[in-house]
């Protein structure tokens, strides 16, 4: 018996089932077709009119700047930012994942340009993958948030399907990791974009989409051409690009706010904007900006031992070593760490040839660090193990006798 006529012997439906609808573009009354199965958009408004009104100087800073803060060093050449944002059909970076709308976006002057370009059907990625080319190829610097880690792996595999190449631009500003830099790892609500936008921009989304549903909605639109927020992903993606061009310029304005002392009421941002200027190489820079909290009250103790460990090293580069014991004692008496005591020990003997106080600390370990503490690492256990038995009297041992013979050289002379 064929299929229709057991469907109809029990009651079901004859016939094949109905085609689904083909897509229409009638949803998306301003994107225009650039070829088979690709959309595009293009908008310019001024930067005023931006989510967060952009501040046109702050723009104007040099790229060296957001290279200081993206740790890439102090000399980045200038040059034109490109900013990228992608909506897609999954979370993997893996082939099976789908960006199906591309967010561009770059300012001009004081006008902001933003481009988004639609896949209405899989069979136009080929076209896509070229127009993205194009553009990248204008651009020296590419800004992201979190593209290092999605986007652009996601990209790069797209180009690779299309047997191209993705263009490896001069430097990828990635602005999680940027102001992950600036901020406290506890950072209330997290370092979401969105929650960036709120706390710091004072710019909270109205009705915005949930990430979580925008691949569901194209599928229906592409499966059935059934529309269930169609136009709110494309303003998601708007919002998106327009949110990272306001958070690369407050970082930017940040940074030089901090370094003019224009905006210096925030213990926090100037000992972390310290500790980038000295990951770039620009100790002495640093040093002037942390070296006056060294006698302020630091609240937070994440922020006290940053800024210890940090003026620790620019001292010891400096050879000012007792300044640098002085940074070293603080944080193994503030964090009892059995890793600092022994870096301690070390800069005593080694450095500053103290032997007194080398045997003085040692004396005092029993009191300072605390070996009942669970060793859940293999370095801690190593650490544990050199601050007694046989190995801490073999070190004191050996310090008295350097102090022995010091002593006896003295006397000599």
Known sequence: ??????????????????????????ELPEFLPLSSGLLHRQV???????????????LQLPTAVMGMLDLAGPGLPAGDVLFLDTETTG???????????????WWHEERLTIRQLFLSSPGGEAALVKEMDALFSRFPYLCTFNGKSYDVPLIRNRFALQRSTMKVFAHHFDLLHIWK???????????????LETTLLRAPRIDDIDGAAIPGIYF????????????QIIRHNELDMQGMIALYAEAAALFEQNLSAKKKDNPSTRIR????????????????????????????????????????????RLDRNEEAAFCLDRLVRRDRSPFEMLLLLRFLEYRLL??????????????????????????????????????????RARIRKKLATDEANRNRT
């Open 91 to 105: 979370l993997s970076i893996g082939t099976g994942t789908l960006p199906f709308l591309i967010g561009l976006a």
């Open 273 to 316: 904007i310290g500790r980038i200027l000295f990951r770039n190489h620009q100790g002495r820079e640093a040093l002037a900006l942390l070296e006056p909290l060294l006698n302020e009250t630091i609240e937070r103790a994440d922020d006290e031992r940053i800024l210890l460990t940090t003026l620790y090293r620019i001292y010891s």
């Open 181 to 195: 830099r600036l901020l406290p790892r506890d950072y209330p609500g997290g370092f979401k974009q969105k929650n």
């Open 44 to 58: 310019e408004l001024p930067l005023q009119q931006n989510i967060v009104p952009l501040p046109y100087d702050a």
């Open 220 to 231: 229906d639109w592409i499966k059935y051409g059934v529309d269930n927020g169609l136009t």
């Open 354 to 395: 103290d032997f007194d106080a080398a045997l003085k600390l040692i004396d005092e370990i029993p009191a300072i660090i605390d070996f009942t503490e669970p060793a859940l690492t293999v370095g801690r256990v190593r650490a544990v193990g050199l601050l007694r038995g046989e190995p801490l009297e073999r070190r």
């Open 1 to 26: 018996m064929k299929a229709a006529a057991r469907l109809k012997l029990y009651g079901g439906v004859t016939g094949s089932a109905p085609e689904a609808p083909a897509p229409s573009v009638k």
